[in-house]
Structures are given as structure tokens and as C-alpha cells.
């Protein structure tokens, strides 16, 4: 009985998805509109709260409304540097 418990109270890891660039930029915009919390949008897609402000910050980068961090050309420029 002990290890039933003590399964019940563990969260299962969540199966690692993937997701096109045409859904994360419809995802980055529905947060962007200011009309549905980070949280709303990650809840009523089943996202993670963490993949959606990555990749709303990713977004913010590559507009250039940010810069604590590397654009995706960047990234990919890296990327291929470092092979």
C-alpha cells in the first residue's frame, strides 16, 4: 500500500512534444494580443507555462525588443560554428 501512496504523489514526467514554427508564432501571438494571461494561453493549449515565455522571449529577441539573450539566426550561426 505504501507504494501506491507514495506513486500518487509523484507526477509523471510529461512526454517531450514538438511543435511547428507556425503554432509557436500563433502561441506567441495570443500572449503578445494582451487580452489572455501567459498562463490562460499555456492552460487552454495544454503547454507548459515555461515553453510558452521561452518562446514568447525568443519572439522578443528576434523583433529586437530584447536583448538579453541570442536571436534564432544567431543561435543557428553558433550551431554551426560549434559542428
Known amino acids: 500500500m505504501s507504494i501506491i501512496m507514495e506513486s500518487m504523489g509523484k507526477k509523471r514526467p510529461r512526454p517531450r512534444r514538438s511543435f511547428t514554427p507556425e503554432f509557436k508564432a500563433e502561441i506567441v501571438e495570443l500572449c503578445q494580443r ?34 538579453d539573450g541570442l536571436t534564432s539566426s544567431e543561435r543557428d550561426e ?3 560554428l560549434r559542428r
Do not use: H, M
Not at 494571461?37 to 522578443?60: G, I, M
Open 34 to 67: 494582451g487580452d489572455r494571461t501567459l498562463r490562460q494561453v499555456s492552460q487552454d493549449f495544454d503547454l507548459t507555462e515555461t515553453a510558452v515565455r521561452d518562446w514568447v522571449k525568443q519572439a522578443d529577441l528576434d523583433a529586437g525588443t530584447r536583448t
Open 78 to 80: 553558433l550551431a554551426q
